[in-house]
């Protein structure tokens, strides 16, 4: 009995990869679109993109050129091939901004390069592109009912921006002094990510990296400029606490406040 389920098991594999093969050589267009809506609904995405990138500029003009481009783009997306699936949203939303699938193309065209945004480690193009995205989706349909999944997408890429340049502007409070003054370049792209993602989850982190990264360079700068970084120090040092009375790192801040007033003379 289980050599004879085995058997017809493979006669339909080899009968569905022989129809594939027939739909490949076909010339019978509607035939072809019907089958790659059978394999997709089947789950055999590759399948389905193949045969509809070959037939997807034969109907253009009609209602189902708009079918298999939106098709295709979802074939791709289902495959998780991110990339050429949002190339093709981004296409069916160009040729068909009012188009039935419009506001699917341009959620998916996003949500895609969300869901293939990198590492932080790597470059953080592909996460601003899915950014862009998302934001045109919500600025064409702020009442869809994808609107709360599109923003939480884009608060957790403006996140790993923000994470980003938080590593960014650490490095340079590591390196110090080290050929020229780095306190300088790491107070200035923590406040430049704080300007940028003001509602980032790591706008403590970078607001205490700044008080540190002036202290620091206040303590070890020349005499004559000494007072006038101290104040500087004071002043980064109010605006944390103001932002952040609670915060676990209060006791850090109020020494480094601490040392800092020593130094500044009424």
Known sequence: MRNYLLIILATLALTGCGEYQQAQKSTDYDYKLDFAKRAFENKKYVQASTILTDIVTVFKGSEKAEDALYLLALSHYENKDYINSGAYFKTYYDRYPKG???ELARFYCGYGYYLDSPDVQL???GTIKAIEELQAFLDYYPHSDKVSIAQNAIFELQDKLTLKQLQNAQLYYNLGNYMGNNYESCAIVAKNAIKDYPYSRYKEDLELLVLKARYQEASQSVEEKKQDRYRVVIDEYYSFINNYPNSPNRKEADNIF?????????
Do not use: E, P
């Not at 601490?258 to 009424?266: E, G, M, P, Q, R």
């Open 100 to 102: 039935k699938y419009a």
């Open 258 to 266: 601490k040392i800092a007033s020593s130094h500044v003379k009424d």
């Open 123 to 125: 470059d953080q193009s």
